[in-house]
Structure formats: C-alpha cells, structure tokens
C-alpha cells in the first residue's frame, strides 16, 4: 500500500515525476528524444559507486544531471 513506502521511497517518486515531466516537455517534438531523456534519468537514478550510469547525461552547464 502507498502510505506503508518510506518517506525516501516518496522523495524518489516525486524526483522522477520532475524528471520525467521535464523530458517529456522538452522533447515534445520528437518522440525519439523524449524516449531517450526518459531512459537518461533512469539510468542516471539507478546510479551506484559500483555501476555508474552517467553515459548518456548532458554535459550542459544548465544540466540537472550535474
């Protein structure tokens, strides 16, 4: 049930829900784009000192990646 998640699992789902929503606008030109910003953020989520997955993050200044 929704109100047994810790309250780190909660700040997680809200992260993505950022996350997510900003791919999706500012891709909304191409499906391709947005789909790859999508597994970005997922991949950079999943991120451990063992397995980094920081391959496909932007390198902008102006990044959330950073």
């Not at 950079?44 to 932007?58: A, D, E, L, S, V």
Request: charged fraction near 25%.
């Amino acid at each position: 049930m929704f109100y047994d998640r810790l309250p780190e699992d909660l700040n997680i789902i809200d992260e993505l829900n950022v996350y997510y929503g900003l791919a999706i606008r500012r891709n909304l030109q191409s499906a391709e784009e947005m789909k790859k910003a999508i597994r970005t953020t997922f991949l950079h989520k999943i991120f451990t000192g063992k397995n980094p997955q920081h391959r496909n993050c932007p390198s902008r200044a102006d990044s959330w990646y950073l």
